[in-house]
Nanobody
Framework: QVQLVESGGGLAQAGGSLRLSCAAS????????MGWFRQAPGKEREFLAL????????FYAATVKGRFTISRDNAKNTVYLQMNSLKSEDTAVYYC???????????????WGQGTQVTVSS
C-alpha cells in the first residue's frame, strides 16, 4: 500500500496561483503513475492531470491544460500540481492518487490522499 499526504491548499484570489504537494511513502516501487483529481460539492470526482512516475510523461484534462502543471521529484517521492490563473470554478477538494498503470480513470487508482481544500475567491 502507498500512503499519500497532500498539502498546499488554501485560499487564493481569481487569477492567482497555488502549488499543491503530494508526498508518497510505503510501497512506492509499485507506482507507475500519479494523478491529481478534484471534487466540488455535488459533483463527481474530476481528473486533472497525471504523470508517469519514472519517465515524467504527462497528460492533462482540457479544463486545466495550459494553467496547471504536474511535476515530480523522485528523490523526495513527491508530486506537485502548480495551479496558475485560478478561477472560482477551480474551488474544490483536491486529491492525489497513485496507480499501477498510466491512466486518467479514477478506477485505476488504488491509493488516495486525504484531500486538500482549494478555495478561489472572485
Amino acid at each position: 500500500q502507498v500512503q499519500l499526504v497532500e498539502s498546499g491548499g488554501g485560499l487564493a484570489q481569481a487569477g492567482g496561483s497555488l502549488r499543491l504537494s503530494c508526498a508518497a511513502s510505503g510501497r512506492t516501487f509499485s507506482v507507475s503513475a500519479m494523478g491529481w483529481f478534484r471534487q466540488a460539492p455535488g459533483k463527481e470526482r474530476e481528473f486533472l492531470a497525471l504523470i508517469n512516475w519514472s519517465g515524467g510523461r504527462t497528460f492533462y484534462a482540457a479544463t486545466v491544460k495550459g494553467r496547471f502543471t504536474i511535476s515530480r521529484d523522485n528523490a523526495k517521492n513527491t508530486v506537485y500540481l502548480q495551479m496558475n490563473s485560478l478561477k472560482s470554478e477551480d474551488t474544490a477538494v483536491y486529491y492525489c492518487a497513485a496507480a499501477q498503470m498510466y491512466s486518467s480513470s479514477p478506477v485505476e487508482y488504488d491509493s488516495w490522499g486525504q484531500g486538500t481544500q482549494v478555495t478561489v475567491s472572485s
